[in-house]
Nanobody, 124 residues
Framework: QVQLVESGGGLVQAGGSLTLSCVAS????????MGWFRQAPGKEREFVAA????????AFAASVKGRFAISRNNVRNTVWLQMNSLKPEDTAVYYC?????????????????WGQGTQVTVSS
C-alpha cells in the first residue's frame, strides 16, 4: 500500500503561483511513476502532469505546458507541482497519484494509488 498526502493548495490571484506537494508513505521502496490530476466542479478528472522515477521523463497537459513544472525527490518520497501564471480555469481539486509501472502516464485509470486532493482556487 502507498499513502499519498497532498498539501499546498489555497486561494491565489490570477497570475500568481502555488507549489503543491505530495508526500508518499508505505510501500515507497518501489520505483513508481507519479502524476498530478485535477477535477473542477461539474467536470471530469483531467491529467495535469506526470514524472518517471528518475525524473528524466515528464509529461504535461497542453493547457499547463510552459506554466507548470513537476519534480520529485525520491529520498524524501515527495513530488511537487510548481504552478505559475495561474488562471481562473486552473481552479480545481488537485490530486496526486502513483503507479507501479515507471511511466509518465496521462491516463488516470493506469494509476494505482490516489491522494485525497487539495483545493486550488484562482480568483480573477
Amino acid at each position: 500500500q502507498v499513502q499519498l498526502v497532498e498539501s499546498g493548495g489555497g486561494l491565489v490571484q490570477a497570475g500568481g503561483s502555488l507549489t503543491l506537494s505530495c508526500v508518499a508513505s508505505g510501500r515507497t521502496f518501489s520505483r513508481y511513476g507519479m502524476g498530478w490530476f485535477r477535477q473542477a466542479p461539474g467536470k471530469e478528472r483531467e491529467f495535469v502532469a506526470a514524472i518517471t522515477w528518475s525524473g528524466s521523463n515528464t509529461a504535461f497537459a497542453a493547457s499547463v505546458k510552459g506554466r507548470f513544472a513537476i519534480s520529485r525527490n525520491n529520498v524524501r518520497n515527495t513530488v511537487w507541482l510548481q504552478m505559475n501564471s495561474l488562471k481562473p480555469e486552473d481552479t480545481a481539486v488537485y490530486y496526486c497519484a502513483a503507479k507501479f509501472v515507471d511511466v509518465a502516464s496521462n491516463q488516470a485509470n493506469e494509476y494505482d494509488y490516489w491522494g485525497q486532493g487539495t483545493q486550488v482556487t484562482v480568483s480573477s
